[in-house]
């Protein structure tokens, strides 16, 4: 399967533990995106990527959340000090401003915290 | 600030039936708009974006600037159209990365 893959597909964890999940966006695609997707609502742009370069993060992203993108090729989302309100599934895209742009979705994280 | 409403949580319709989802956006400029799709168990994926104007899976959505509107339109819908569809919106330019979505609307086509 060469689309965007994420490691892992579901994590449960206890209300403040640290959990972190990496996203493996298509090859050779530059840009990555992280959203975050909560019950009945669209995905939320949390942060995104450009090679290894975090260009813009989200007011939703709080200072317990960061992200990498250390060789501009996999990335890593961190919630440190987990809350219950964290619950929600985590996506990552990819996309070539190139190949037109389109954002290519990974199947996602679902975290739970308990 | 960006915003999209998808006014229908459901809808449901009969087989062959024409399909209307309605998607309503607010942004100050020109944005991109775009219809996702995903079906049961399957990842997000791109179903038709309007600077391409093509008609995908028999489905065709026109960007009205004046109604701020992008409706997704099937003349006669099949079982298989069932899944949420997700109407989102991006920047031109400087801003084009970051996707606005709506809350999505659940499409059920029945037989």
């Known amino acids: 399967d060469t689309g965007v893959s994420q490691n892992p597909r579901h994590k449960i964890t206890k209300r403040g533990q640290n959990v972190t999940f990496r996203c493996d966006p298509i090859s050779e695609h530059n840009r990555l995106y992280w959203y975050r997707q909560t019950l009945g609502q669209g995905p939320e742009f949390l942060t995104y990527f450009q090679n290894e370069a975090q260009l813009e993060k989200s007011r939703l992203l709080s200072d317990r959340f960061s992200a990498e993108r250390p060789k501009g090729s996999f990335s890593t989302l961190e919630i440190q000090r987990t809350e219950q309100g964290d619950s929600a599934m985590y996506l990552c895209?990819?996309?070539?401003?190139?190949?037109?742009?389109?954002?290519?979705f990974g199947p996602g994280t679902r975290l739970t915290v308990l | 600030a960006q915003r999209v409403t998808q006014p229908e949580k459901l809808l449901s319709v009969f087989k062959g039936a024409p399909v209307e989802l309605k998607c309503n956006y607010s942004?100050?400029?020109?944005?991109?708009l775009f219809w996702y799709v995903q079906y049961s168990r399957q990842r997000l994926q791109l179903l038709l974006r309007?600077?391409s104007r093509e008609s995908i899976k028999g489905f065709t959505a026109d960007l009205n600037k004046g109604e701020t509107s992008f409706h997704l339109k099937k003349p006669f819908a099949q079982e298989e159209d069932s899944a949420m569809y997700y109407c989102?919106?991006?920047?031109?330019?400087?801003?084009?990365?970051?996707?606005?979505f709506g809350k999505g609307t659940l499409l059920t086509v029945n037989p």
């Open positions: 989102a919106l991006s920047g031109v330019g400087g801003s084009n990365y970051k996707l606005t």
């Open positions: 942004y100050s400029g020109s944005p991109e």
């Open positions: 309007h600077i």
């Open positions: 895209a990819s996309s070539l401003p190139s190949q037109g742009d389109e954002q290519f």
